[in-house]
């Protein structure tokens, strides 16, 4: 069976370096590992538009920044096919006829929409488009037969009921779609990435998120207003490292030649973790630190990024050159799926014949 990734992220701001740690790096790695047939990363534009249907302006916006994050990250056009979701018509088929294999009350339970629905402040004023989406993503992943779907915790029930619906389906019409498997970051820290504010999770939405894309500055000035131990209010006080944002980031961003090189009296990050529980580490020190880290993964970004923007028309493009080898996989997709549904009317020759014999004999 050929190995394929499908991917993606939606377009309502930016990409941040949760963004970086959960998917996008692994996304890299996997794309230059040669191990795989088919790349696919999506923009997800009309999922997007599920909770921003009154300003398509913002998704408008931001396709071109999610194009620039992903191309200056190392997504590369050769080898991954990057695409608009809204421009491939065949997804909005597929979920359609998804829908009648799902219920009300397994969307209702799923753990991501019950915390984004209460984010959102949506109450039972929800959208139907967003309290579907689920749906719509397992349109996404099963219309490019995907076996690996590379992302961060947040979205593992969306996996969990894209394999449901896959089963539902090939149990009811016959093997077609292909199950398959979600790709976890290794690390706990970059499964789930919190925000600077110390929230569960760096959001776009949550406004609480250093940007790929951030000035040298920025990340600076967002490093060192960090949220951390709260009870940690002398240098001499011992300090919590658990559910501590900058020991997080560290867990996930640093490497041991780092210390060496910017921190020489730890060789590692326990050693600095334990001095920090000890007491006598202020918290200054630790986040002077995490900004070298974190200027050092963002630097290179930042510099492609910089070069990419001057290629503007180029970038759309690759886009629309993409949404065209998206679409063309998507439509071999519906066709299987349609010929399994028995709903292929006019190239069904046994369905005609069968109906010619009925009407000949009479009955
Ligand atoms: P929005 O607030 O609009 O939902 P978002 O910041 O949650 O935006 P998405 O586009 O929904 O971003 O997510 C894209 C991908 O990035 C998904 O695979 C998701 O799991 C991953 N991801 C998003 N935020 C984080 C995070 N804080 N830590 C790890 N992975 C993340
Ligand atoms: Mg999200």
């Known amino acids: ?30 794309q230059n590992s040669g191990e795989y047939d088919k790349i696919f990363i999506m923009i997800a534009d009309a999922q997007a538009l599920t909770d921003n249907a009154d300003n398509p302006e913002k998704v ?16 590369d056009p050769e080898k991954s096919t990057l695409f608009i979701q809204s421009q491939i018509p065949e997804l909005c088929e597929l979920s359609f006829y998804y829908m009648n294999l799902v219920t009300v009350s397994r969307l209702q339970r799923n753990p991501t929409v019950k915390s984004e629905i209460q984010m959102r402040n949506f109450e039972t004023s929800i959208p ?3 309290f579907t989406y689920p749906i719509s993503q397992a ?30 389906f090939n149990s009811v019409y016959g093997e077609t779609l292909t199950d398959p498997s ?14 600077i504010d110390g929230k569960a999770k760096m959001s776009k939405s949550l406004n609480n998120c250093i940007y790929l894309s951030d000035s040298e500055e920025e990340v600076r000035q967002k490093v060192m207003s960090m949220f951390t131990d709260p009870g940690h ?5 011992p300090g919590k490292v658990e559910g501590n944002p900058v020991f997080i ?10 210390f060496a090189r910017y921190l020489p009296e730890y060789r590692n990050l326990q050693e600095l973790k334990d001095h920090y529980s000890r007491g006598g580490l202020g ?51 519906l066709s299987e799926v349609k010929r399994a549904m028995k709903i292929n009317y006019f190239e069904d020759a046994a369905l005609i014949r069968e109906q010619t014999e009925r009407f000949a004999s009479g009955c």
């Open 1 to 30: 069976m050929s190995k394929v990734i499908l991917t993606g992220d939606r377009p309502t701001g930016r990409l941040h370096v949760g963004h970086y740690a959960g998917s996008l790096k692994r996304r890299v790695e996997l």
């Open 60 to 75: 408008r916006q931001n396709i071109i920044e999610v194009a620039l994050d992903y191309l200056s990250c190392g997504l």
């Open 128 to 130: 139907v488009g967003f």
């Open 139 to 168: 349109a996404d992943i099963t219309a490019f037969h995907a076996t690996t779907v590379p992302v961060g915790e947040d979205q593992a029930p969306m996996i969990e009921q894209t394999k449901e619906i896959v089963h539902k």
């Open 182 to 195: 979600i790709l976890l970051p290794d690390s706990q820290a970059c499964m789930r990435l919190p925000g």
């Open 233 to 237: 209010l002398r240098v001499q006080d």
């Open 249 to 258: 980031y560290l867990e996930a961003f640093c490497r041991d030649d780092q």
């Open 283 to 333: 918290d200054v020190k630790v986040k002077k630190f995490l900004n070298q880290v974190m200027q050092e993964e963002l630097e290179p970004i930042r510099t492609r990024r910089r070069e990419f923007e001057k290629r503007i028309p180029e970038i759309y493009e690759i886009l629309r050159k993409g949404s065209e080898v998206a679409q063309a996989e998507a439509a071999k997709t």
